[in-house]
T-cell receptor, first 112, second 111 residues
Framework: DTEVTQTPKHLVMGMTNKKSLKCEQHMGHRAMYWYKQKAKKPPELMFVYSYEKLSINESVPSRFSPECPNSSLLNLHLHALQPEDSALYLC???????????FGPGTRLTVT | QQQVKQSPQSLIVQKGGISIINCAYENTAFDYFPWYQQFPGKGPALLIAIRPDVSEKKEGRFTISFNKSAKQFSLHIMDSQPGDSATYFCAASSRDYKLSFGAGTTVTVRA
């Protein structure tokens, strides 16, 4: 089973709202990722967690706050977003730094 | 700057034809090269991947060709079907969790 699940599928939020995106995998993978994807562009890496510790932050604005409660779960907390943050947010997981990354279906975020 | 250059941006192929997508890289530290297939509104799905110790890898109708000296690799989709219509991303990685993606190729297979 190579499934990564994400909730919600769609999210509309105002610029003053606080919301969270959730990601879950049960493949025993020890690395989990957040990506942002704009239309007709490749995914852009935001954060990497390795063994539940934040390993990489690609200079993401602080209005995005990741959290890894355990080895199967990854959250992305959103606060005071801007309309340009509207995008498809993808979660991925992998066995390690050199192994295949498996993506979830994404959360389509619209900031109004 | 984009570390992996992908071409063409889009292509149209007749059903049963061959789709060919090319990628080139400069970073010699890259040692893992996956291809992803993405349908509209969905997440990318890992299609096939290759490491530089082999020159070709085939899975069903999908084949990766790899030329280490030229720092190029390509995806061939044989007997293309309408269900193959999607965006394809090549990528490259070294030992650092990061995937460097190409810009993507939109493939349209006409019935």
């Amino acid at each position: 089973d190579t499934e990564v699940t994400q909730t919600p599928k769609h999210l509309v939020m105002g610029m003053t709202n606080k919301k969270s995106l959730k990601c879950e995998q049960h493949m025993g993978h020890r690395a989990m990722y957040w990506y942002k994807q704009k239309a007709k562009k490749p995914p852009e890496l935001m954060f990497v967690y390795s063994y539940e510790k934040l390993s990489i932050n690609e200079s993401v604005p602080s209005r995005f706050s990741p959290e890894c409660p355990n080895s199967s779960l990854l959250n992305l907390h959103l606060h005071a977003l801007q309309p340009e943050d509207s995008a498809l947010y993808l979660c991925a997981s992998s066995q390690g730094e050199r192994r295949e990354q498996y993506f979830g279906p994404g959360t389509r975020l619209t900031v109004t | 700057q984009q570390q992996v250059k992908q071409s063409p941006q889009s292509l149209i192929v007749q059903k049963g034809g061959i789709s060919i997508i090319n990628c080139a890289y400069e970073n010699t530290a890259f040692d893992y090269f996956p291809w992803y297939q993405q349908f509209p509104g969905k997440g990318p799905a890992l299609l096939i991947a290759i490491r530089p110790d082999v020159s070709e890898k085939k899975e069903g109708r999908f084949t990766i060709s790899f030329n280490k000296s030229a720092k190029q690799f390509s995806l061939h989709i044989m007997d293309s079907q309408p269900g193959d219509s999607a965006t394809y991303f090549c990528a490259a990685s070294s030992r650092d969790y990061k995937l460097s993606f190409g810009a993507g190729t939109t493939v349209t297979v006409r019935a």
